[in-house]
C-alpha cells in the first residue's frame, strides 16, 4: 500500500509556470509506475502523464506536450510535474495516481489501471 500526498498548486498568470510534487509513502516507491491527472471544473478527469518505474519511459497527453515534464526521484519517493507556458484551460484538479509494474519500462495512461490516488492539488490559471 502507497499513500500519495500532492502540494504545489496555486493561482498563477497565463504563461507562469508550476511545479507540482507528489509525495509517495513506503519503502518500495521504486516499484510503482506513476501518473498524473487532472480534472477541470464541470469535466471529466483526464490523463495528463505518466512515467515508468525507472523514470527512463514517459508519455504525454497532446494537450501538454512540450510544455509538462513528468519525472520522479527515486530515492525521495516524489514524482514531479513541471509545468511552463500555463493557459487557464490547464485549470484544474491535479491528482498523482501510482500502481505496481513488473516492468521498469512501461507506464500506464488509463484510469483503471492504477490502485492509488492522492487526493488532489489545485490549479487556477488566470488570463
Known amino acids: 500500500q502507497v499513500q500519495l500526498v500532492e502540494s504545489g498548486g496555486g493561482l498563477v498568470q497565463a504563461g507562469d509556470s508550476l511545479t507540482l510534487s507528489c509525495a509517495a509513502s513506503?519503502?518500495?516507491?521504486?516499484?510503482?509506475?506513476m501518473g498524473w491527472f487532472r480534472q477541470a471544473p464541470g469535466k471529466e478527469r483526464e490523463f495528463v502523464a505518466a512515467?515508468?518505474?525507472?523514470?527512463?519511459?514517459?508519455t504525454y497527453a497532446n494537450s501538454v506536450k512540450g510544455r509538462f515534464t513528468i519525472s520522479r526521484d527515486n530515492a525521495k519517493n516524489t514524482v514531479y510535474l513541471q509545468m511552463n507556458s500555463l493557459k487557464p484551460e490547464d485549470t484544474a484538479v491535479y491528482y498523482c495516481a501510482a500502481r505496481t509494474s513488473v516492468s521498469t519500462r512501461v507506464n500506464y495512461t488509463g484510469q483503471p489501471q492504477y490502485d492509488y490516488w492522492g487526493q488532489g492539488t489545485r490549479v487556477t490559471v488566470s488570463s
Open positions: 513506503g519503502r518500495t516507491f521504486s516499484s510503482y509506475a
Open positions: 512515467v515508468s518505474r525507472s523514470g527512463g519511459v514517459t
